[in-house]
T-cell receptor, first 115, second 113 residues
Framework: AQSVTQLDSHVSVSEGTPVLLRCNYSSSYSPSLFWYVQHPNKGLQLLLKYTSAATLVKGINGFEAEFKKSETSFHLTKPSAHMSDAAEYFCVVSASPRSQGNLIFGKGTKLSVKP | EPEVTQTPSHQVTQMGQEVILRCVPISNHLYFYWYRQILGQKVEFLVSFYNNEISEKSEIFDDQFSVERPDGSNFTLKIRSTKLEDSAMYFC???????????FGPGTRLTVT
């Protein structure tokens, strides 16, 4: 069965410093992987997705993620954190290639950004 | 930018009562979904809906649950007889063609007492 593990429940960075949110996946097929972000009182927003094209995926707001099959990882990075990046981030994998939208979520990583 | 909206934002109901959670997906989207997140746990898939029928559902989505698109704009989740363990945040989502590119609403917090 497909699953994702987010290695940190909470990450705290200073504004202007790099962000690294870690995610490992387990999949019996070539997975589709996503990162979603949720700001307080807002819906989940798709940041980026990997669907077996380029292994380095660029998303919105300066975020990117690299698919590393050898490490079964899909970590999310950003070179320089902004206060507005403070939110909860979810690593997500599609349940199966034939899935009609069944997404499997990680537990989430709460990102805090200090001034 | 178009958004998925959900009403109400918070619903309190008594155990055994029926509850209907409402969603207005993005207007030209074709696929619709419900997820839930019990406090402190992961977001879990409940059901997907396409072309006026359920296309996929999880084990959670038992006979107590049903979905409907009663008109061209709303998408509802009904829980027939609520249990305490149905207390959760319920998220609606929609997508245009690609089921992997889902747009989520802000959620409805359901509290069953």
């Amino acid at each position: 069965a497909q699953s994702v593990t987010q290695l940190d429940s909470h990450v705290s960075v200073s504004e202007g410093t790099p962000v690294l949110l870690r995610c490992n996946y387990s999949s019996s097929y070539s997975p589709s992987l996503f990162w979603y972000v949720q700001h307080p009182n807002k819906g989940l927003q798709l940041l980026l997705k990997y669907t077996s094209a380029a292994t380095l995926v660029k998303g919105i707001n300066g975020f990117e993620a690299e698919f590393k099959k050898s490490e079964t990882s899909f970590h999310l990075t950003k070179p320089s954190a902004h206060m507005s990046d403070a939110a909860e981030y979810f690593c997500v994998v599609s349940a199966s290639p034939r899935s009609q939208g069944n997404l499997i979520f990680g537990k989430g990583t709460k990102l805090s950004v200090k001034p | 930018e178009p958004e998925v909206t959900q009403t109400p934002s918070h619903q309190v109901t008594q155990m055994g009562q029926e509850v209907i959670l409402r969603c207005v997906p993005i207007s030209n989207h074709l696929y619709f979904y419900w997820y839930r997140q019990i406090l402190g746990q992961k977001v879990e898939f409940l059901v997907s809906f396409y072309n006026n029928e359920i296309s996929e559902k999880s084990e959670i989505f038992d006979d107590q649950f049903s979905v409907e698109r009663p008109d061209g704009s709303n998408f509802t989740l009904k829980i027939r007889s609520t249990k305490l363990e149905d207390s959760a945040m319920y998220f609606c989502a929609s997508s245009l063609r690609d089921p992997s590119a889902q747009y989520f609403g802000p959620g409805t917090r359901l509290t069953v007492t």
